[in-house]
């Protein structure tokens, strides 16, 4: 292990929009009453005027406010690392390198997005943040952001993880948030849902309709999502500009670029400032990761679909499983979602970045290797990019090539041992959906408009 | 939070050994057989001889050699923190630094020695080691640390922890130790325990006990302690030496310094690089902060005893509540040792260091406030230095003088949410023991060579 670092001062002042260097345009968002394209006052009730610019724009650069750039460096820049544990026991002539965001308060990439995100409401006077979590990432980099500028969060917490992950709860309470199991009494989608299922274990798509449906209904509330939406994933650039410094100071550029795909922001964060030189005609090989027991990109539809279960959200252009699709209950719970970010689906959907799938106990196995041999304890869904870039330097080693592998360790696995637990007592499976069972989940977008 | 980092070229590349400045010679330890000063072949049988040199040096500076460096970067220089966002809270005129340890991937200060000392037994030839761990910190920073040199490691984890902190173990299996729960049948003294009481849920004197045993029975395994001795004190001197750099950035000079003591190798290992500068006529102000439920410091006795309940250690001069004293179940699992460090024991005994004792509620008060005007979320016992720190920062403000205050936050409380869990509640309770349980503790010291 090597480390990289970048000092406070070189951190970079604006994000990176990709929107500006895209030759073709992803098909816009329909307001699902209208089957018109989206309008700002659209998003009006949900986010503040700053995000929705921000979600439009066209700049290539945007500014980050002063009072975003000093909390971010509560543990920004993160540091870049060469792998070189990892590279000795795969025995490979590539040098892997990982830009490592566990170093936030909250343990992932998560408070790159929330630290912003809690500033412009609390710029425009919004008192509280209504917003949903699935592993519990998400929600606890957003009490913390809330916490930062003194605004209430509630947090919709998916039950299957509410009942398992304590610890994450804890941490939400610990920096002052409110947190309800979902779906949850608290809502009408959440009562209709109960009403039907008591024993519901829920799902990502129906903790967004709750939290949603919250901040729909309340005039001091808005509301807030950790993955998926342009802001998200221009907030998260932060990752891959300040990668391209580190990578500088180190002396070379990577030939492959890997992340974990969830909703998508990890991976676009370090990966689109990389994707423009791409566009500009540089040989850079990108790859989306995902897992095989909720496999959006690499058997999902590219279509139109709501975001979540509740059919609230506006209708967005992205590779699917239908938005009632339920993923079995792996343990990288940030990787259960049925859709994928608009903007890294029209990068996929335009051949500029390659998904994969991995099966979760190779996955584990990629993330145990890494933890002998680089000291870092992968959450599961970071051990999926792992895994990503050990068969890169396998191929590599194969191919007798000198390549440089660049990945996201998007977050430390402190919070998920249960997980390394059952792994360490052979107790962990696979699980990947039939094809009936993809089918059904893609009928529900057969009545949309389509791309 | 404001950080100050040091790149890694700037890391010391010697530790400093504070028995080469001090005024008046510790009391040495002895064989219980003879009751006369140690040989380094008494302690043969348990350390390399690198460590028992180390142990008995009088030399200022020692050099930390090259692939220990190496490992050290995995996570060092560590960073030096302005907290902010606290002093703010508390309305101080005083500035408040913080030398953040839970950077490490174990997340505490423990790999600081675990990694020397695992090289050591390494270079001469052995092949596993065998160690206890109370609240699983140390057992996780040597199973590290064995990982990095090719080391077999055996823990025998107090059983107490082993039930309440699974997570704790999970990791020691990720970096390929063996774990078994102490009091233990692996031992004949661990067999003798379960024996007069099966229901005994273990002490770190008797997990320190059979870890002895253990390494003093097989030629392949030496020992390996967390705490306490002169060595570990000396590896720990990184903390403070790192700091003086930082502080000549930051600007300024600490007139107060804090940490929290079980052993006392946290605190030494901040405190002593200091410490020098006040032998040599420096007004600085040092406060060892442990808990009322075991106060070593503050109401145990100046007196030779061992260090395990089993009575296979060397007999050294300490503060001491006695080496059967079983103190509450705290959640500062590391704090709760019957000793202290004999130089630090020297130290306070000198008046060089004053000691502070805080209940259990009042820490986790502070350790709440730290979490939400800092970020990180403390170990319980990092809590008790964050108390210490709060305290000064009061007083400050009271006297309205701008002092400076450097405190060691030690670790993170990750793997401690369940007892943040429990403070939430309001269901955590505050324990002292009484004149009588503290005299019964001190009985068995009554035997035993005078100081």
């Known amino acids: 292990?090597?480390?990289?670092?970048?000092?406070?001062?070189?951190?970079?002042?604006?994000?990176?929009?990709?929107?500006?260097?895209?030759?073709?345009?992803?098909?816009?968002?329909?307001?699902?009453?209208?089957?018109?394209?989206?309008?700002p006052e659209d998003l009006a009730p949900l986010f503040p005027m700053a995000l929705i610019?921000?979600?439009?724009?066209?700049?290539?650069?945007?500014?980050?406010?002063?009072?975003?750039?000093?909390?971010?460096?509560?543990?920004?820049?993160?540091?870049?690392?060469?792998?070189?544990?990892?590279?000795?026991?795969?025995?490979?002539?590539?040098?892997?390198?990982?830009?490592?965001?566990?170093?936030?308060?909250?343990?992932?990439?998560?408070?790159?997005?929330?630290?912003?995100?809690?500033?412009?409401?609390?710029?425009?006077?919004?008192?509280r943040i209504a917003t949903e979590t699935g592993a519990g990432q998400w929600g606890s980099s957003m009490a913390l952001?809330?916490?930062?500028?003194?605004?209430?969060?509630?947090?919709?917490?998916?039950?299957?993880?509410?009942?398992?992950?304590?610890?994450?709860?804890?941490?939400?309470?610990?920096?002052?948030?409110?947190?309800?199991?979902?779906p949850?009494?608290?809502?009408?989608?959440?009562?209709?849902?109960?009403?039907?299922?008591?024993?519901?274990?829920?799902s990502l798509g129906i903790a967004i309709s709750e939290a949603v449906e919250d901040a729909a209904t309340r005039d001091d509330t808005k509301y807030a999502l950790g993955s998926v939406l342009n802001h998200v994933l221009l907030?998260?650039?932060?990752?891959?500009?300040?990668?391209?410094?580190?990578?500088?100071i180190a002396g070379c550029s990577p030939d492959i670029v890997i992340g974990c795909v969830g909703g998508g922001s990890n991976f676009a964060g370090l990966a689109f400032p990389y994707l423009r030189d791409k566009i500009n005609g540089a040989d850079i090989d990108f790859r989306a990761i995902e897992p095989t027991a909720c496999p959006t990109l690499t058997r999902g539809a590219f279509a139109y679909d709501f975001g979540d279960t509740a059919q609230m959200t506006p209708l967005v252009s992205m590779y699917t499983l239908g938005h009632t699709f339920m993923p079995p209950g792996i343990h990288a719970g940030g990787l259960r979602y049925h859709g994928m970010a608009p903007l890294l689906s029209h990068v996929v959907r335009e051949g500029l970045v390659d998904a994969y799938a991995y099966?979760?106990?190779?996955?584990?196995?990629?993330?145990?290797?890494?933890?002998?041999?680089?000291?870092?304890?992968p959450a599961p869904e970071s051990a999926h990019a792992i895994k990503g870039a050990v068969d890169a330097a396998i191929e590599?080693?194969?191919?007798?090539?000198?390549?440089?592998?660049?990945f996201n360790l998007s977050g430390h696995g402190h919070f998920d041992m249960s997980a390394y637990d059952a792994y360490h007592a052979g107790e962990l499976t696979d699980y990947r959906p039939t094809d009936e069972e993809l089918a059904k989940g893609l009928s529900v977008t057969e009545g949309l408009p389509k791309v």
């Open 1 to 39: 292990m090597k480390k990289i670092f970048l000092s406070e001062n070189d951190m970079p002042k604006s994000w990176y929009n990709i929107a500006a260097d895209l030759k073709t345009e992803p098909l816009p968002p329909l307001n699902p009453g209208t089957g018109q394209p989206l309008g």
């Open 53 to 127: 610019e921000q979600e439009m724009s066209p700049q290539r650069e945007i500014a980050i406010p002063e009072p975003v750039q000093a909390a971010l460096k509560m543990y920004r820049p993160s540091p870049l690392i060469r792998a070189t544990g990892l590279e000795k026991a795969l025995k490979t002539p590539a040098k892997i390198y990982f830009k490592y965001e566990g170093v936030s308060p909250a343990g992932s990439h998560k408070p790159n997005t929330a630290i912003p995100q809690a500033y412009y409401n609390q710029q425009e006077g919004v008192k």
């Open 145 to 182: 952001a809330g916490q930062i500028f003194g605004l209430d969060v509630k947090v919709y917490m998916v039950k299957v993880s509410y009942n398992q992950k304590p610890y994450r709860r804890s941490m939400m309470q610990s920096w002052g948030a409110e947190i309800v199991s979902s």
């Open 184 to 202: 949850s009494p608290d809502t009408n989608f959440g009562r209709q849902v109960l009403a039907e299922d008591p024993d519901n274990t829920g």
């Open 235 to 248: 907030h998260q650039t932060i990752i891959g500009l300040e990668a391209k410094k580190q990578m500088e």
């Open 359 to 377: 099966d979760q106990v190779e996955v584990f196995d990629a993330g145990a290797i890494f933890a002998r041999t680089e000291g870092i304890i």
């Open 396 to 406: 590599a080693r194969e191919a007798g090539e000198e390549q440089v592998i660049l």
